[in-house]
């Protein structure tokens, strides 16, 4: 069974078992509006908590997204690269953007639930 | 969000409720998109007509017996040459020749003209050009306006059906058509449109019937810039700056040759030592391959690896497709079909030396 947590730099993470699928949120999207391009991880590529994990550019601007935990990248979301809009159209279901292996799972404690992510953003 | 010396659009209330998402430009809080997304706006403007609020801009009218010897000074200009309703982009150059700010001056008539500032240095131009007016029988009139423009094919159609006649009005002239209005046939996309200042009351009024017209989208400022770009306009503040002159910015077109030769223009002197040494660097077009952009500020290498220049303006251009930039590089690289190379985040993106405009321009010139 999968669980979703939200952080509050509006990032989705639906967890099952220790892999977690990662994304931003549909208030997020919003914010940066058209995307057209999106650069992806490394597969195997450890990262911290707050370290850059991809980067997501709009017409106007580059926007990083962090690794909302510890864990090493297991896969990235390869079809971004030739239709980076589907993160507009589709921002928490096939515009997610990496997996990752968590390395700490007492870390998604720290992590919102849909509820407190909505109060968050008001 | 902002300050509180955040300056508001006149209109904001209609921007409010076409659901603009605003954003801080020049000390003015701005209508940054609207809710069919900068893609969007885009490509409507190239296809039909987009309507934007540029009332951040500063029109400033120039009047006096020696309104043309007072512009004549503030810029490389020869403003008697003009006939009545043509406009000339023209600068206020620093004593260095670099560029304060640039303009479009319109002749009015023959000792009236209407001058376009940028936002960001309206305040600044306004006190240079009272300054420079002490010495000369002339008025600086700040004039207290909305400006809107109308850009794309569509555009005459539109403000025809508006009941505004475009009629013989060709690129780069303007009028006044009607009591305290300025109407311009130019604009900041590369396509045929009007620049229309015009008090609040008549702007409100030509809103409505625009947006009446399912030709008609409001478009924010990001599409504003993707639409500069992709035409190859300057961004001041960005593309040019007092630190560069107009001959290695490319726009020595701007300047007629006689008043090159012994206009007596403040920065004259310095701009004539420029151009007899030719520019170290050059602005020009940069296609980076693929489909990443390459941002304003990057710096840009040659194949060996050695400093080539920088990049002042960039992102994605939706019509073109690609990502489209500008900047500046060695002279001896500022050829088209160049490849240099754009450090992005500590990686080398290849960038091809381009043509500028990206989209042809399709103004309406005769």
């Not at chain 2, 921007?15 to 409507?44: C, D, I, N, Q």
């Not at chain 2, 690129?171 to 996309?189: C, D, K, L």
């Not at chain 2, 304003?296 to 497709?321: C, I, Y």
Request: glycine share 10%; with cysteine; charged share 20%.
């Amino acid at each position: 069974m999968a669980t979703t947590y939200f952080t509050a730099d509006h990032e989705w993470l639906r967890v099952e078992g220790s892999i977690a699928t990662v994304g931003i949120t549909d208030y997020a999207q919003e914010q940066l509006g058209d995307l057209v391009f999106v650069e992806l991880p490394e597969t195997g590529k450890k990262l911290s908590k707050g370290d850059t994990a991809v980067v997501v550019e709009s017409v106007k601007a580059a926007s990083d997204v962090y690794a909302p935990v510890d864990g090493e990248i297991t896969e990235a979301n390869g079809t971004l690269s030739s239709d980076p809009s589907l993160v507009n159209s589709a921002a928490t279901g096939a515009g997610w953007l990496w997996k990752m292996r968590l390395a700490d799972e007492s870390q998604l404690a720290g992590l919102m639930d849909e509820a407190a992510y909505k109060a968050h953003i008001g | 969000m902002t300050g509180n010396d955040t300056r508001h659009l006149p209109l904001e209330d209609i921007h409010v409720a076409a659901g603009a998402r605003f954003g801080a430009f020049a000390g003015w809080s701005m209508p940054l998109t609207y809710p069919a997304g900068v893609m969007k706006e885009h490509l409507h403007t190239r296809e039909q007509a987009g309507l934007f609020d540029i009332s951040h801009m500063k029109l400033f009218e120039v009047s006096g017996p020696e309104a043309v010897s007072l512009l004549n000074r503030a810029c490389p200009l020869d403003a008697g040459a003009l006939d009545i309703s043509q406009s000339k982009l023209s600068f206020f150059l620093n004593e260095a020749g670099g560029i304060l700010d640039d303009l479009i001056v319109t002749r009015l008539g023959d000792s009236r003209f209407m001058v376009v500032a940028n936002a960001g240095n309206a305040v600044a131009d306004e006190k240079h050009l009272r300054a420079l007016a002490a010495d000369f029988d002339a008025r600086v009139e700040p004039l207290d306006r909305v400006f809107l423009a109308i850009q794309g094919p569509e555009a005459w159609a539109a403000l025809s059906r508006a009941g505004i006649e475009t009629g013989s009005l060709l690129f780069m002239h303007g009028v006044e058509p009607r009591n305290n209005w300025f109407m311009s046939r130019s604009g900041y996309t590369g396509e045929d449109g009007f620049e229309i200042g015009l008090p609040e009351a008549d702007a409100r009024d030509l809103v409505a019937k625009l947006l009446g017209d399912e030709r008609v989208l409001w478009i924010g400022l990001a599409a504003r810039d993707s639409l500069r770009l992709e035409a190859g306009l300057c961004l001041h503040g960005q593309d040019i700056t007092p630190e560069t002159d107009p001959a290695s910015a490319g726009l020595m077109w701007a300047i007629p040759k006689d008043i090159r030769a012994s206009g007596a223009f403040i920065g004259a002197d310095a701009l004539r030592a420029a151009v007899e040494r030719g520019p170290a660097q050059k602005r020009v077009g940069l296609k980076p391959e693929g489909r990443q952009p390459v941002r304003g500020g990057a710096a840009l290498f040659d194949a060996d690896g050695n400093p080539a220049g920088h990049v002042t303006s960039g992102g994605f251009g939706p019509s073109a497709g690609h990502p489209v930039a500008m900047g500046y590089v060695v002279t001896p690289l500022a050829k088209s079909g160049t490849r240099v190379f754009a450090d992005v985040r500590g990686t080398k993106i290849p960038v091809d030396i381009s043509s500028l405009p990206f989209t042809p321009h399709r103004y309406r010139k005769g």
